[in-house]
């Protein structure tokens, strides 16, 4: 008897194909209000005209500084949150319409947060926190506690020793494992990790790396893997999607975008990463000062202040997100042929 | 794809669980959950069990009185009136109207227990309820709740007790209403700022993705992180109460005579303060050992509570 009942076939639940995007996320803005001491009304522009698609079956990584944008995608990927403006397609359906409402989509869609310890009700047992979303979407009491002992013991934590514990009995891996188990008592497609492994150490942050490959694997699942860690996205993710300042500054498959990047934000975040070969490590930091502030962000390309490309035309002109490779989309200037940067042409023939 | 999980297949490769994190140990210990260390800690206090042995003792007091009342406690004697502390059948002296005191003191404990702790319990229940849904919803909701009971605040709470007191009229029933008035808004207010910190928690979040009701949520998740320090804020009203209602019934407010309650007690015989001051003092210092007590258990309680989240 399976307790996970519909999970084996990631397929039973496909509308639109394979080759359609799993979700599909166009012009989507999030500006928060602030109020200054003048008593000027601003905004922070934390999410600031965001396109990507997600694709059935691969793990998208979204990397970026600090204050890029990337938990606030999150959060409005997840609704938990209401964006300004933008739309989402769930498999080919707008969420949050008729066709898909939120409470429809969100059994489909779920998220792992970063802090383990925040994440778990600290007055419940580790099961009763899987079992309870089961329940609150009609699975009857018994059956939903089978199912979190039957997470559990997927997850790698033996059921008849952790499913009374309480969150602050257990170690944080264990506890991460416990927020993956329940992300999964839904039966979502798709997954969204926001930090999930961050804060755990080397050693524990590995397994959990390979319990998520396995479990992809098992549950067709769909990732998307936010982090500030260069090297962990390059092991899980498919595609990555570099952020800059509430916009996508790159977009590409992993090897491309690691390996070979377009933009010169991407180039400086792979410079900024420490080396372990002592004849190789960085003298300068490539990426000077803080990003700027997103409530008054530069002019043209947000990037060109601290940019070593950086022309007068990108002050004044804003780069679209184009395509300079397969599957890779770049949004500045000197990668694109007739942008008017000087680097511009020679660069695109060289790419 | 892979085979189904399920518990019992589980079972079998259980060796293949992945060791690391989860770290060997000796056998299963059953977790005693929080409030199981909540109890742990309180029977190590000191203070707060003896602070409780007292209140169990007057309560059982209260429930036996009528039994265990060595004379009638409504039966007076115009030749045996204020008789003193150690009298030889009054033990504890006798009142204005020659009723034995120790009598009437541990029957007054039914009703100044039942006038202190009944309007603390029921403004609990409203307040909290209250609170928590402003806590939770926010917003205007929040606004227009907290700034109605805003209002409440603005007076001292003896005079609002009076006042609504005297608005609704004497007795037992009016005097708990008006009591219970006087609770809710500040038990409200500290259920609102409870709530208010735990609502932007993670695990909120993880529970509205999960597509539970608001107040499933509100039952289910945020009832049992803010029920502890808001059940610890009401015990320290206790004391509180009992002062207020004993206040009452001295102004005449509350329970009539002849019924023995010790606010009552103490006002009738401030006509004695003079000719025996010591039986004339004696419901007070019932009032004060029994509120100290309250205020004692509720100090434990809190630092039992003070666990790491």
Same mark, same amino acid.
């Given at each position: 008897?399976?307790?996970? $009942?519909?999970?084996?076939?990631?397929?039973? @639940?496909?509308?639109?194909?394979? %080759?359609?995007? +799993? #979700?599909?996320?166009? /012009? &989507?803005?999030?500006?928060?209000?602030?109020?200054?001491?003048?008593?000027?009304?601003?905004?922070?522009?934390?999410?600031?005209?965001?396109?990507?698609?997600?694709?059935?079956?691969?793990?998208?990584?979204?990397?970026?500084?600090?204050?890029?944008?990337?938990?606030?995608?999150?959060?409005?990927?997840?609704?938990?949150?209401?964006?300004?403006?933008?739309?989402?397609?769930?498999?080919?359906?707008?969420?949050?319409?008729?066709?898909?409402?939120?409470?429809?989509?969100?059994?489909?869609?779920?998220?792992?947060?970063?802090?383990?310890?925040?994440?778990?009700?600290?007055?419940?047992?580790?099961?009763?926190?899987?079992?309870?979303? $089961?329940?609150?979407?009609?699975?009857?009491? @018994?059956?939903?506690?089978?199912? %979190?002992?039957? +997470? #559990?013991?997927?997850? /790698? &934590?033996?059921?008849?020793?952790?499913?009374?514990?309480?969150?602050?009995?257990?170690?944080?891996?264990?506890?991460?494992?416990?927020?993956?188990?329940?992300?999964?008592?839904?039966?979502?497609?798709?997954?969204?990790?926001?930090?999930?492994?961050?804060?755990?150490?080397?050693?524990?942050?590995?397994?959990?790396?390979?319990?998520?490959?396995?479990?992809?694997?098992?549950?067709?699942?769909?990732?998307?893997?936010?982090?500030?860690?260069?090297?962990?996205?390059?092991?899980?993710?498919?595609?990555?999607?570099?952020?800059?300042?509430?916009?996508?500054?790159?977009?590409?498959?992993?090897?491309?975008?690691?390996?070979?990047?377009?933009?010169?934000?991407?180039?400086?975040?792979?410079?900024?990463?420490?080396?372990?070969?002592?004849?190789?490590?960085?003298?300068?930091? &490539?990426?000077?000062?803080?990003?700027?502030?997103?409530?008054?962000?530069?002019?043209?390309?947000?990037?060109?202040?601290?940019?070593?490309?950086?022309?007068?035309?990108?002050?004044?002109?804003?780069?679209?997100?184009?395509?300079?490779?397969?599957?890779?989309?770049?949004?500045?200037?000197?990668?694109?042929?007739?942008?008017?940067?000087?680097?511009?042409?020679?660069?695109?023939?060289?790419? | 794809?892979?085979?189904?999980?399920?518990?019992?297949?589980?079972?079998?490769?259980?060796?293949?669980?992945?060791?690391?994190?989860?770290?060997?140990?000796?056998?299963?210990?059953?977790?005693?959950?929080?409030?199981?260390?909540?109890?742990?800690?309180?029977?190590?206090?000191?203070?707060?069990?003896?602070?409780?042995?007292?209140?169990?003792?007057?309560?059982?007091?209260?429930?036996?009185?009528?039994?265990?009342?060595?004379?009638?406690?409504?039966?007076?004697?115009?030749?045996?009136?204020?008789?003193?502390?150690?009298?030889?059948?009054?033990?504890?002296?006798?009142?204005?109207?020659?009723?034995?005191?120790?009598?009437?003191?541990?029957?007054?404990?039914?009703?100044?227990?039942?006038?202190?702790?009944?309007?603390?319990?029921?403004?609990?229940?409203?307040?909290?309820?209250?609170?928590?849904?402003?806590?939770?919803?926010?917003?205007?909701?929040?606004?227009?709740?907290?700034?109605?009971?805003?209002?409440?605040?603005?007076?001292?709470?003896?005079?609002?007790?009076?006042?609504?007191?005297?608005?609704?009229?004497?007795?037992?029933?009016?005097?708990?209403?008006?009591?219970?008035?006087?609770?809710?808004?500040?038990?409200?207010?500290?259920?609102?700022?409870?709530?208010?910190?735990?609502?932007?928690?993670?695990?909120?979040?993880?529970?509205?993705?999960?597509?539970?009701?608001?107040?499933?949520?509100?039952?289910?998740?945020?009832?049992?992180?803010?029920?502890?320090?808001?059940?610890?804020?009401?015990?320290?009203?206790?004391?509180?109460?009992?002062?207020?209602?004993?206040?009452?019934?001295?102004?005449?407010?509350?329970?009539?005579?002849?019924?023995?309650?010790?606010?009552?007690?103490?006002?009738?015989?401030?006509?004695?303060?003079?000719?025996?001051?010591?039986?004339?003092?004696?419901?007070?210092?019932?009032?004060?050992?029994?509120?100290?007590?309250?205020?004692?258990?509720?100090?434990?309680?809190?630092?039992?509570?003070?666990?790491?989240?």
């Amino acid at each position: 008897m399976s307790v996970i $009942p519909s999970a084996p076939d990631p397929f039973a @639940r496909d509308r639109g194909g394979p %080759a359609q995007p +799993l #979700l599909s996320v166009s /012009g &989507l803005y999030k500006h928060f209000p602030v109020r200054k001491a003048g008593g000027k009304k601003q905004v922070v522009r934390a999410v600031d005209g965001v396109d990507f698609d997600v694709l059935k079956g691969e793990t998208l990584g979204i990397v970026g500084e600090s204050g890029c944008g990337k938990s606030t995608t999150a959060k409005l990927l997840m609704g938990l949150i209401e964006r300004d403006s933008g739309s989402l397609l769930y498999d080919g359906q707008a969420v949050g319409e008729r066709v898909m409402p939120w409470r429809s989509y969100r059994r489909q869609v779920q998220m792992v947060f970063q802090d383990s310890y925040a994440s778990l009700n600290p007055r419940m047992t580790v099961e009763q926190s899987i079992a309870f979303g $089961p329940k609150v979407n009609g699975v009857s009491g @018994r059956e939903a506690v089978e199912r %979190a002992r039957a +997470l #559990l013991a997927r997850v /790698g &934590l033996e059921p008849k020793r952790f499913a009374g514990r309480y969150p602050h009995e257990i170690s944080g891996g264990q506890r991460q494992r416990v927020n993956i188990a329940r992300s999964l008592a839904l039966e979502p497609r798709l997954v969204l990790l926001d930090e999930a492994v961050s804060a755990l150490d080397k050693s524990v942050e590995a397994q959990v790396l390979n319990l998520l490959l396995d479990l992809k694997a098992e549950f067709g699942l769909t990732y998307i893997f936010i982090s500030h860690d260069l090297n962990v996205v390059r092991f899980i993710s498919d595609r990555v999607m570099v952020m800059y300042l509430g916009r996508v500054s790159e977009i590409g498959p992993s090897d491309t975008v690691l390996d070979a990047p377009a933009h010169p934000y991407t180039e400086a975040l792979l410079a900024s990463m420490p080396s372990l070969d002592p004849d190789n490590r960085t003298q300068a930091a &490539l990426l000077q000062g803080d990003p700027p502030n997103p409530i008054d962000p530069p002019s043209g390309c947000r990037f060109h202040p601290r940019c070593t490309l950086a022309e007068p035309i990108c002050s004044e002109k804003e780069p679209p997100l184009d395509t300079v490779g397969p599957l890779h989309r770049v949004s500045c200037l000197a990668r694109q042929p007739g942008s008017g940067h000087s680097a511009a042409p020679a660069r695109a023939l060289a790419a | 794809m892979t085979a189904p999980i399920t518990a019992a297949s589980m079972a079998l490769d259980g060796g293949v669980l992945s060791a690391g994190d989860t770290a060997p140990e000796a056998a299963f210990v059953p977790s005693r959950g929080f409030w199981g260390h909540v109890g742990h800690r309180l029977v190590r206090d000191p203070v707060a069990m003896g602070a409780g042995a007292l209140i169990l003792l007057v309560v059982l007091i209260a429930i036996l009185a009528p039994w265990i009342t060595p004379m009638d406690p409504y039966k007076g004697s115009m030749l045996r009136r204020l008789k003193h502390v150690g009298d030889a059948t009054y033990w504890l002296g006798s009142d204005e109207l020659g009723r034995d005191m120790i009598s009437r003191l541990m029957l007054g404990a039914r009703l100044s227990l039942f006038i202190g702790v009944t309007p603390v319990l029921i403004a609990f229940v409203i307040g909290s309820a209250i609170g928590i849904l402003a806590g939770y919803v926010g917003g205007w909701l929040n606004t227009i709740l907290m700034r109605t009971i805003d209002v409440f605040f603005a007076f001292p709470s003896v005079l609002l007790a009076i006042a609504l007191s005297g608005a609704l009229g004497a007795g037992i029933f009016n005097s708990i209403v008006s009591l219970t008035c006087v609770f809710v808004p500040q038990i409200a207010r500290v259920a609102e700022s409870v709530t208010t910190g735990i609502r932007k928690r993670d695990y909120i979040d993880a529970a509205k993705l999960s597509g539970a009701s608001p107040l499933t949520i509100m039952r289910v998740q945020v009832l049992g992180n803010v029920v502890g320090p808001i059940f610890v804020y009401a015990t320290s009203l206790i004391s509180v109460s009992m002062i207020l209602a004993s206040g009452l019934s001295f102004l005449g407010l509350g329970v009539r005579p002849p019924e023995p309650e010790w606010g009552l007690m103490l006002n009738t015989l401030r006509t004695a303060i003079y000719a025996n001051p010591v039986v004339a003092a004696l419901p007070g210092v019932c009032i004060f050992i029994v509120s100290i007590a309250f205020n004692l258990f509720s100090d434990g309680l809190r630092a039992a509570m003070e666990i790491r989240q």
